[in-house]
């Protein structure tokens, strides 16, 4: 449901989808497209003003569950978390491998598909930077990676819990980068002294 945040509690519009919707984010520029991931591996453009889906992208039958979408803030790009489902006898074993693809939003095509290395785990979270230059991603083995959007190519990464990855984001002066784990632990991490933890929390009892 789409909601009018200039009134309290107006729904502006609802959007109805045949399966699980599993991640949105909104084009940065205008704020007028949102972008839609399914578990069965479309990727859906609503536009606010049209109210209604424009453009039905897939991603391949091999990685068919869309886990996340994160629109750059300055290029008409985004990127999308999608994972290939497994036989696991719990929800991360059943995610898979991961695949990072870049999309273009003039041509609503596939650019290219970030490197992660052979039968990477399954990518839960990911984050720009402020110009979109850097793209974090978080995985179900914990750790975090760092991207150059520019060459296209993983600059870093380290291991930063021992669960699962729910969520990251980078800090305030993107000196930093929060990471919260699927076990409750909260970590803010140095991104000058790689690995260094600079405040942590646990936040289980909450979960």
Request: proline share 4%; net charge negative; aromatic share 10%.
């Amino acid at each position: 449901k789409s909601y009018d945040t200039s009134t309290p509690v107006s729904r502006n519009a609802t959007i109805y989808c045949s399966t699980e919707i599993l991640s949105l984010d909104w084009e940065c520029k205008s704020d007028r497209l949102l972008l839609i991931g399914t578990s069965d591996g479309c990727i859906k453009a609503w536009n606010v003003d049209a109210k209604r889906v424009v453009c039905d992208l897939n991603t391949t039958e091999a990685f068919p569950t869309v886990l996340d979408i994160k629109c750059s803030p300055v290029e008409p790009i985004f990127v999308s978390a999608a994972a290939s489902g497994g036989a696991g006898s719990n929800y991360i074993d059943n995610l898979g491998f991961a695949s990072l693809t870049v999309w273009n939003m003039k041509t609503w095509k596939a650019m290219t598909v970030l490197p992660l290395g052979e039968d990477p785990p399954a990518i839960t979270s990911l984050c720009f930077n402020h110009n979109g230059k850097i793209l974090a991603a978080s995985a179900v083995d914990g750790m975090i990676h760092m991207f150059d959007m520019s060459a296209g190519l993983q600059i870093t990464g380290w291991p930063a819990h021992d669960s699962s990855i729910s969520s990251i984001l980078f800090g305030p002066d993107e000196t930093s980068i929060f990471s919260l784990g699927s076990d409750g632990k909260i970590f803010e991490w140095s991104l000058q002294n790689q690995g260094q933890i600079l405040w942590s929390r646990d936040s289980s009892r909450y979960i």
